[in-house]
């Protein structure tokens, strides 16, 4: 009779089999562990071959489960120091470059964005060029957005998404790159190379999200509003007393111009004229007797947010009006729907260890 392998480890693991468990790879003793919910027991049977192993392979595999392992408990900090300690015993081995992004990830993760930046430009000149994980569009891609979003250096910036767009073979992932380094020409004030891409990629992306996206993108560049607001003081206040007023035509006119974001939960974004979104609101403006909008914004990565609660559609009760600085002052530059179902079970899933 075949005894089921789960069932064979954890005979093993609880009748503490130490002569089957001994003549095992240390890695599969991990597991057995693992399988028992013993955790630190598996971290403390691996964590002296970091420093012992001499097989580049199977030390590999090794300090991938333990960093796993260190990140489920929080503890980044020794999953760093763990994929480290790799490195500089294996520098030139193909898993020291992967481990030596990884790191980068997680100095990132932890908010140390000028560490993560160098490690990612160090490993970009570093990879060699067979390049066995395939990092490198995605070493440039990370760096990139780094450098646009948190140190505002549009032109190193726009030359990572350049390479991105040179290198990559994924028709999206290079559509993108595009979109991306003509914004930073735009915050670089070159408005005509910016628009000679947009129409670039117009002309490769017919009939796609990111044709859309760059014709709204040249009618913002195009065509500018009829009211431009200084503060962000001033917009808020005009949305809350159009919103408390259920003024859909005054909502028009303090909508941006050309590309308008529209999600769900912060998440699933897409682009249109913001006449599709006007239209939505339309639908569920008058239906809403109870609206509840907050006094205060707050932030939300690179824009702020204005809450709207009661809101009158019965799959989305909550709507959040996003509001950035632009090209032409403050701007009203998309919309969030949200719910208190969505929102709870949000929470719950952060609330999780």
């Known amino acids: ?3 089921p392998v789960l069932a064979f480890l954890s005979v093993v693991v609880l009748l503490g089999c130490s002569s089957v468990a001994s003549s095992l790879d240390p890695l599969d003793q991990a597991q057995l562990f693992l399988e028992a919910g013993n955790i630190d027991q598996a971290i403390a049977l691996l964590e002296p071959l970091v420093q012992k192993d001499t097989d580049p392979e199977h030390l590999g595999d090794v300090v991938e489960l333990l960093e796993s392992l260190f990140v489920e408990k929080g503890e980044v900090r020794k999953a760093i120091a763990v994929l480290q300690t790799y490195v500089s015993r294996f520098p030139q081995s193909p898993r020291a470059y992967l481990f030596r992004y990884w790191v980068a990830k997680h100095e990132e993760e932890l908010g140390n964005e000028d560490r993560a930046i160098a490690l990612l430009e160090e490993l970009a000149h570093s990879l060699p060029p067979e390049d066995p994980f395939g990092l490198r569009v995605q070493v440039f891609s990370d760096l990139a957005y780094l450098l646009q979003y948190r140190k505002r250096d549009y032109k190193k910036a726009l030359e990572m998404y350049r390479k991105v767009a040179e290198l990559s073979e994924d028709p ?3 559509l993108q790159a595009k979109m991306s380094w003509g914004m930073c020409l735009e915050e670089l004030g070159e408005m005509e190379r910016a628009l000679a891409l947009y129409r670039e990629v117009m002309q490769e992306a017919s009939g796609s999200f990111f044709e859309r996206w760059a014709r709204l993108r040249i ?3 195009t065509e500018p509003p009829e009211k431009r607001f200084a503060t962000q003081e001033e917009l808020q206040r005009e949305l809350v007393d159009a ?11 303090l909508a941006k111009k050309g590309d ?3 999600g769900v939960n912060f998440s699933e974004f ?3 004229d913001a006449s599709v979104i006007l239209d939505y609101l339309s639908r569920y403006l008058q239906k809403s007797p109870h609206l509840v909008v907050s006094e205060h914004l707050f932030r939300h990565d690179d824009a702020w947010v204005l809450r709207v609660e009661g809101w009158g559609d019965p799959e989305y009760n909550i709507l959040y009006l996003v509001l950035a600085e632009g090209r ?4 009203w530059k998309g919309v969030i ?6 929102e709870a079970s949000q929470e719950n899933e952060n609330c999780r260890p």
């Not at 919103?243 to 006119?253: I, M, S, V």
């Not at 032409?328 to 701007?331: A, K, P, S």
Request: charged share 30%; aromatic share 14%.
């Open 270 to 272: 897409d682009v249109d």
């Open 328 to 331: 032409y002052g403050w701007e």
């Open 172 to 174: 999206e992932e290079k």
């Open 243 to 253: 919103l408390q007023a259920k003024d859909l035509n005054r909502l028009r006119h």
């Open 337 to 342: 729907l949200s719910s208190t179902a969505l």
């Open 1 to 3: 009779m075949k005894i």
């Open 219 to 221: 009618v913002y560049l």
């Open 260 to 262: 308008f974001w529209n």
